[in-house]
């Protein structure tokens, strides 16, 4: 599964490019799109990009705001662009679809049924402000947002915002974003630290696909900052990709104890990953139960552990940990769709269409499980026709 992360260069706030990524994620997971677009547009951009409604000379809008319609922004302005796939939740990257490879295409539902695009500016360190886009496309249903961010004293903060009210966007960023996204930013990352840059280096070259390359730059980061725990957590990360398992569980267990509660979740997760694609269903499971000691309030753990329990055909019990996550905060709609895959494979086709309905209450637009839904009521009519 991929993460959603969104890119940087060199001229990019590295903390405030952590707190975009994590509004991002919030809506990420309030919308469940099927497609997720974001686009890195090179320079501060205002508000009358929103809508791109356009205006004659008076000011007055030439189009109607009620569209939403793909900026025009100049190919020269475009940075980076970076798709995501997702069915229910699984996400996977995909090739640019939207502003670098479909010029021609301009109203956004005519790419995904249910889409989320970003744009966010760079070169934020220079000009000490930053802005984000966002367009949520629900079928006929079209909202545009944008934000922007000042910093201030070292201290960046929501200035303006058009569309959506700064309550909701920090409801967005703290509300939605559960332990994946607030493990994103790392305290010790400094952006007029040299190792800032030698960061950004690395992580375009992961997302280049240069893993060679990723692996040199993430051993000369450590060298130079030996005590940074996110170079650690890329370099285990890195490794368990490239399936080098034996110096990643090297580097697991070599891991300074814990200082916090987010460490230590970071700790479980990575160990958790690190099982996953070794197979290791037993040192999986162990992972997620020590995910669930340190941070058993929310739905992530919780859902971790009923996966892990599903794949062992433990059904049952995995049914059990996804319950659990349905009183928990964050996504217990995932849970619910996950209890109704469970349920479909154990041929429980009533219980299956129920659970997927209690996702659609939580998430009425989510793909995965409407499709679920239409399936096992199909069974159920055929079940029904047999008899």
Known sequence: MQRLTLPGIEHDSLSLRFRLQHVVIGAF????????????????????????AGTDRRGRDLRARERLILPPFASGRILSERTYNSDGGELRRGRPRLTLHRPGVRELDQIADTGLYVWFSGDTLAQDRGALMVYEIRGAGQRGWYAEFRRQGGVWTISATVGISKDELEA?????TGVLASLAYDP?????????????????????????????????????????RRALYIEIELLTGMRSFARADELLREMPVPNTPRERVRQCMLGRSLARCRGRLAAEEHWCREFLAAAPEGTVAWIFLGSCLARQGRLEEALAAHREATVRDGNPDEAWLNIGLILRGMARYEEAAQACREA????????????????????????????
């Open 188 to 228: 010790e990352a400094d952006d007029s630290d040299r190792g800032s840059a030698l960061l950004r280096r690395v992580e375009e070259a992961m997302d280049a696909g240069q893993h060679g390359l990723a692996r040199v730059l993430v051993g000369r980061l450590r060298a130079r900052r030996p005590r940074s």
């Open 29 to 52: 997971r309030r919308l469940k799109p099927e497609l997720v677009q974001l686009v890195h547009v090179n320079h501060w951009f205002g508000p009358r990009w929103l809508h791109f």
């Open 360 to 387: 659609l209450a939580l998430s009425p637009h989510y793909p995965a499980a409407t499709r679920l839904l239409v399936d096992v009521e199909a069974a159920l009519a055929a079940l029904n026709e047999l008899d």
């Open 172 to 176: 967005l960023e703290a509300s939605h």
